[in-house]
Structure formats: structure tokens, C-alpha cells
């Protein structure tokens, strides 16, 4: 029996920990409703974020999803939740020997040439470590903390305790999909097997763009809780936001081609755009391209749900309504009425926009990456206020969390660019059963069962 899998210590730990911050705040949300006394809604917030904060675990990269979402909480709790950062105390040497006795028996130091004791880079789940093959290769070896199972176990439980307060207060969107949905990819994210899967699939969508580089998995050094993976030498992103815009355009471009093709494609996104999952390569001296470095949030979509996007984008353009009914029928949205469809464009017109102008533009003016799709989120929950609710269906989740991370990128960098051309590129010629066909292909050869 795997001796980490919902083990009671770690499970009765997390949810002490968790629990105490997480239920107590609920409970005044609770009580302020029940009672009819005001909260103060801003100090809660950042009690919660404070809490969430402190951990070392994935419920703070849930808040920071559930962030994105307009209403999924609090207007005031989105604001502090968006600002979390993932970064997290790293595990010493002591428990990482434990850890990679755990994964590759006695003996696992002498399958490597050298294995540095100290992390290069330390996140919610787990750890990067540097190490050198026999055969003369740079490795990437991610390490997952102890536990890990009890603590989404036990940060999953919390996390259904709080949405489900939210919705009881009278919340205008139905977060029940939007749980399971979460629940399913964190969950996910715990199998390094399936991330090293995931790492082969992206290779095949992306083998003939030169500008992104891959990892080449390194399948006897590998488990369900350890990665390894070929070093991938590169900076990282923001420290070439100083540099001349044709070089960040360049990046930008690379970037909007790295996400957009293997969806339009192969239905395939990365649900978590964010600065740390990406570092530039150079050669001699001038900007190559980018490098991917995590795949453990990896959403593979249903062919329908990408002709629904692709969809919606015709309609908005050409303003056809009942293409966008269609369309928001194929990505799950039911028992729409017209003024609930005006109000899901408010948001549809933010996300699409910079692809409905055939122009050079920047992807948003005026904001910064934090406040990217704030006032947009505004408009929606005042509006639903008034005509909601609306259940938002499980597929939305992370399109609309990776959209608002990739427009936080170009924000970062810049860019300005003609955002219309560069998708009308992608979703040119664009067939459904061509899309299946491919993405059957794919997974086959990355090994990923049919219904993932």
C-alpha cells in the first residue's frame, strides 16, 4: 500500500492548520449573513489571504484561480487572492534523501553523476533540484513535498466549505461546477507520470516551432512524485521587459503561438500561463524563443467545446446572435435568457477583443497585469445581481484562467501586436473532425487514455 496516499497524520495536520483560518472566516460569512450584521468584508479578505499565504500546499494556487472568475468570491476576497505568490520554504536535505529513497530505492544517489542539495526552484507542490547523468546530461529533477495527497485532500475539503458559504449568501454564479472541475485538475496535478505524458504531448503538437523548447522526459528517473526531465538552460521573462519592443513583441508572439496552437489544433491548453512556467533561450546573444517548463495543468478538451470558442469568436465579429447562443450551448452554458447572454458577452467582449481589432494594439490599455479584467468582472457581477444566477459550466474554468494569465504576460512584456492576425493564423481552415483526428493521434503516441 502506497504509505503517503490519504495518510490520517497528514490529513488531521492540514486540516487543523487549514481549517482553523479557512472555517473560522467561513463561519463569519456564515454568522454576518444568519445575523444581519455588516462585515467588514476587506479585513476578512486579507485575513484570508494571510492564511492562505502561510501554506505550502495547493489551496493557495486554487484562490488564486478562483480569483479570475468573476463572482466565484467576493469581489474584495479576488482582489487579495489574486495577489498570493506560489513560491514556498523549501524542503531540506534530510527529507529530500528520505524522498528519493521513497521514489528510487537504496542506491538512487549512485544513478546520478551529481545531485546539488539545494533546490534551484521550490513551488506548491514540489521542488526543482539539479543533477548530472552519467551519459553527461543536465537534469531537472521535481520533487513532491511529503504528503501532498492528504494536504489537496484536506485543502479541497475547505475549499468546498467556502464556496459553498459564498453560494448560500446569495452568490450570482453557481460555483458547484466550477469545484469539480478544480478539484479534478489539482488532483491531476499529484500524478508526475501523467505530467510526464503531458510533456511528451506538447512536444509532438509543438515539434515543428523552433522557438519553443520542450524537455525531453527521463522515463528511468521518473515516478508518480518524481520528474525528471532534461535541463532547459534560459531567464526568466521579466527581465527582458526592458528591452527594445520588437525583441518583446518576438516573445510575445512566440508566446500566443505556444498556447493558441496546440487548442486550436489539438484542443490542448495550458491552464497556468503564468511568468515562473516560462524562461527565454538566447543564441548568440539575440532571443530564440521560450521554453516550457511545467505541464501539470493540462486541460484536453472535448473537439465540440473548441468549435464553441471559435464559434463565439465569429459571432462576436460578426455580430450574429445566434451564433453566440450556439456557441455558449457547446461550451455548457444552460437555460440562457437573452439578458443572461448579454451579460456572459460583457465578459466575452474583454476576452476576445484584442482578436476582433485588426489592428496593433496592446492587449489592454491603461491596467496593470493585477487589475487586467477586474472592472470586467465588475460589470458582470453587478449585471448577474440583477438577472443571474448562472451556473458556469466545468470547461470554462481554466479557458478563462488561462486567458486572463496570458493577457497578464503581454501586459508584463508590452506587446503590441495585431492579436486578430496572429489567431485568425491558428483557427484558419479550421475543421472539427480534423481537430479529432489530430487529437486522437496525439494522445495515442504521448500514452494518455482516450477521455482524459
Known amino acids: 500500500m502506497d504509505p503517503e496516499k490519504n495518510r490520517l497524520t497528514g490529513r488531521l495536520t492540514r486540516y487543523a492548520r487549514v481549517g482553523t483560518e479557512v ?20 479585513r476578512n479578505a486579507a485575513e484570508l489571504a494571510k492564511a492562505l499565504g502561510s501554506l505550502k500546499g495547493p489551496l493557495m494556487k486554487v484562490a488564486q484561480l478562483l480569483a479570475t472568475i468573476p463572482d466565484a468570491v467576493p469581489p474584495e476576497y479576488a482582489a487579495e487572492l489574486a ?26 544517489q549512485k544513478r546520478f553523476e551529481s545531485f546539488e542539495h539545494h533546490p534551484s526552484a521550490a513551488a506548491s507542490l514540489g521542488q526543482v533540484h539539479r543533477a548530472l547523468s552519467h ?8 520533487l513532491q513535498y511529503p504528503d501532498m495527497e492528504s494536504a489537496v485532500e484536506a485543502d479541497l475539503k475547505q475549499l468546498q466549505i467556502m464556496l459553498a458559504v459564498h453560494r448560500r449568501m446569495g452568490a450570482v454564479i453557481d460555483t458547484t461546477e466550477i469545484a469539480k472541475e478544480i478539484g479534478a485538475r489539482v488532483r491531476e496535478e499529484l500524478d508526475y507520470a501523467r505530467e510526464g505524458q503531458h510533456m511528451a504531448l506538447y512536444r509532438d503538437m509543438l515539434a515543428d516551432e523552433a522557438s519553443v523548447r520542450v524537455p525531453d522526459l527521463v522515463e528511468e528517473l521518473s515516478t508518480r512524485r518524481l520528474l525528471t526531465m532534461t535541463w532547459l538552460d534560459g531567464r526568466r521573462l521579466l527581465e527582458f521587459k526592458e528591452r527594445p519592443l520588437e525583441e518583446r513583441n518576438r516573445l510575445a508572439t512566440t508566446m500566443f503561438k505556444a498556447w493558441w496552437h496546440p487548442f486550436s489544433h489539438f484542443g490542448v491548453i495550458h491552464g497556468d500561463p503564468h511568468l515562473g ?29 473548441v468549435t464553441g470558442v471559435i ?15 450556439s456557441a455558449y450551448e457547446r461550451w455548457g452554458f444552460k437555460n440562457l435568457t437573452r439578458e443572461l447572454i448579454d451579460i456572459l458577452n460583457i465578459w466575452a467582449r474583454f476576452i476576445y477583443g484584442p482578436l476582433l481589432e485588426d489592428r496593433v494594439r496592446t492587449i489592454a490599455a491603461g491596467v496593470s497585469p493585477a487589475e487586467y479584467g477586474r472592472r470586467q468582472a465588475f460589470e458582470v457581477h453587478r449585471a448577474l445581481k440583477e438577472k443571474g444566477p448562472v451556473t ?14 496570458l493577457g497578464g504576460v503581454f501586459l508584463h512584456l508590452g506587446a503590441e501586436l495585431n492579436f486578430c492576425r496572429l489567431f485568425n493564423e491558428q483557427i484558419d481552415a479550421y475543421e472539427e473532425a480534423k481537430l479529432a483526428a489530430r487529437q486522437h493521434a496525439a494522445l495515442e503516441a504521448a500514452g494518455i487514455p482516450a477521455g482524459h
Open 83 to 108: 495577489q498570493l505568490q506560489s513560491d514556498a520554504p523549501p524542503m531540506g536535505w534530510a527529507f529530500v534523501k528520505r524522498r528519493m529513497l521513497a521514489e528510487l530505492g537504496a542506491g538512487w
Open 392 to 405: 458556469v459550466p466545468r470547461e470554462f474554468v481554466f479557458m478563462d484562467r488561462a486567458a486572463i494569465g
Open 277 to 305: 512556467n516560462y524562461t527565454v533561450f538566447e543564441e548568440g546573444g539575440e532571443i530564440a524563443g521560450i521554453n516550457l517548463l511545467d505541464y501539470g495543468c493540462i486541460r484536453i478538451f472535448p473537439p465540440r467545446f
Open 311 to 325: 464559434e463565439l469568436y465569429n459571432g462576436l465579429r460578426h455580430d450574429d446572435r445566434d451564433r453566440i447562443v
Open 23 to 42: 472555517g473560522g472566516i467561513a463561519a463569519k460569512m456564515a454568522g454576518s449573513r444568519l445575523f444581519g450584521y455588516e462585515l467588514d468584508g476587506e
Open 135 to 142: 551519459d553527461g546530461r543536465r537534469l531537472a529533477c521535481k
